[in-house]
């Protein structure tokens, strides 16, 4: 450590982890991924338990924790999981020299592999975009619906629009043929959302992405009973706490979907809690849900179907009333979160609802703040499918992404072991940015309130495909 301070050339972040840290297990691999990205940059990882001379001598407290040296002094600090700024303060501080060399890499870099799309290139006006790893497996073996998913942007639409429904993807073509789905959990519990969840789903029209979470999440043995938590025998794991919303009246649900019975009666048999005519943006308005909280809030393309034309939900005076939806949403939501729970929000991306700005609508009327967005794969949901608002017929959504919102956390600085964070995008793609941490107390590690996040491989749309 003494011989790293005396380079006084070079910047060194060392990061303080602990291996009772939960927030430390989330961030290690992003972590790990800074060197190359900083070839010039020193980088050191301090482990409490075998360094604890060192972390009592250097006063840390709070894990994780990055520090930044330049010439043995210190310069900088960051507290917790916030990668995005750890990367921020790294940008900051590096040696000028690296700056042009970075640059110079990267023109040589552009003009060698000229028409590489990085992610600089890719606008689909949002700050971060992530891909599943599924749906980046599907588009390399040349399917042509997934790889539209990816490179879909803003001024390609016309030169590039494939003709191609999500139903074309072989995945979901395979499903068909054997008439079952074919995904069971594999991709859902290494995606978005993992087990111990508890997930809320509004304005889910037919059911069917509750069902595709309920498939995915929660079996049922051969008595059609629920085997999802109690007692969580170690033959079967415990599942999610999912609660499925509609907005319409159980008889109005029944008239316009007749085919949803069979939905409805699955649910219940894997312990599903369904509740109808509960409106998304007054959720303190329904007596089952006042007093919860929930990890994760979905809405899959909200949007006003009443006293709408069709056709004309993402226009003018439409537009404005239905990004009104969306912060009266966000706003309702916010209350029934976890400190760290998210909102998903789903959407189409291609003009007029590029035009919406969901990115900013989450934060209007609420603390939310927005970390990325996902490419919306239908293909990881099944049997999920996407219907007009009281309609039966579905609508194209190969442009679609999830927004993702998060509910500010407390930092921890005290012993009360805080909690947490857990974001899906982390999870997903091992790039986004959270905050979070644990503190030491005289009794030991803190404790967490939630199920860590099993990490998964993910990417960042415009990242090189590594293992």
């Keep these: 450590f003494k011989e790293r301070l005396s380079d006084a050339n070079r910047l060194l972040v060392v990061y303080f982890t602990a291996t009772w840290c939960a ?18 940059v020193n980088f050191s990882k301090v482990v409490e338990s075998r360094c604890e001379e060192l972390v009592n001598k250097l006063k840390i407290e709070a894990f994780p924790t990055f520090r930044f040296y330049l010439s043995a002094k210190k310069v900088g600090e960051v507290e917790g999981a916030d990668f995005s700024a750890v990367q921020r303060k790294v ?21 060698e592999n000229d028409g590489d799309a990085g992610e600089e290139t890719l606008d689909r006006n949002t700050t971060d975009l992530y891909v599943m790893n599924d749906t980046l497996e599907c588009a390399l073996s040349n399917c042509i619906v997934c790889c539209y998913k990816i490179v879909l942007g803003p001024g390609t639409q016309d030169a590039c629009i494939p003709n191609k ?3 074309e993807c072989h995945r979901l073509q395979k499903a068909g043929k054997a008439g079952t789905d074919t995904t069971r959990g594999k991709k859902l519990t290494q995606g978005l959302y993992q087990r111990g969840d508890h997930i809320l789903t509004v304005g889910d029209g037919d059911l069917s992405f509750s069902l595709a979470l309920a498939r995915a999440f929660l079996q049922v043995d051969r008595k059609g009973k629920n085997k999802k938590s109690e007692g969580s025998s170690d033959e079967v794991p415990p599942g999610i706490k999912l609660v499925a919303t509609t907005h319409e009246p159980l008889d109005t649900l029944l008239q316009t979907y007749p085919a949803v019975r069979p939905t409805l009666r699955e649910l219940e048999a894997r312990g599903v809690e369904v509740l109808h005519g509960v409106d998304a943006t007054r959720l303190g308005a329904a007596a089952a849900l006042r007093g919860r909280r929930f990890h994760r809030a979905v809405w899959n393309f909200p949007c006003r179907g009443r006293g709408l034309a069709p056709g004309s939900d993402g226009q003018n ?5 239905n990004k009104q939806l969306v912060r009266e949403f966000c706003k309702s939501a916010e209350d029934f979160l976890v400190p760290w729970g998210e909102v ?8 007029p609802f590029c035009h919406w700005g969901i990115e900013r609508l989450g934060s209007d009327l609420s603390q939310l703040q927005f970390k990325g967005s996902v490419v919306f794969d239908r293909s990881c949901y099944q049997p999920y499918t996407n219907r007009k608002a009281l309609h039966k017929k579905s609508f194209p959504i190969t442009d679609a992404e999830i927004f993702i919102f998060s509910k500010p956390s407390l930092l921890c600085t005290g012993n009360d072991g805080g909690g947490s964070e857990n974001s899906s995008l982390e999870s997903t793609t091992q790039t986004l940015p959270t905050v979070g941490c644990s503190t030491r107390g005289e009794e030991g590690p803190a404790s967490t309130e939630h199920a860590e996040a099993s990490p998964t491989r993910g990417q960042r749309v415009g990242e090189n495909q590594e293992g």
Excluded: G, V
């Design 344 to 351: 998903h929000m789903t959407h189409k991306t291609k003009p």
């Design 23 to 40: 927030p430390c297990k989330r961030i290690s691999p992003l972590f790990d991924q800074l060197p190359k990205k900083f070839p010039s």
């Design 165 to 167: 429904r999500p139903e």
């Design 91 to 111: 940008e900051a501080l590096r040696p000028q020299e690296e700056e042009d060399e970075c640059s110079e890499n990267t023109s040589s870099s552009e003009s």
């Design 317 to 321: 005076q439409e537009m404005e009333s």
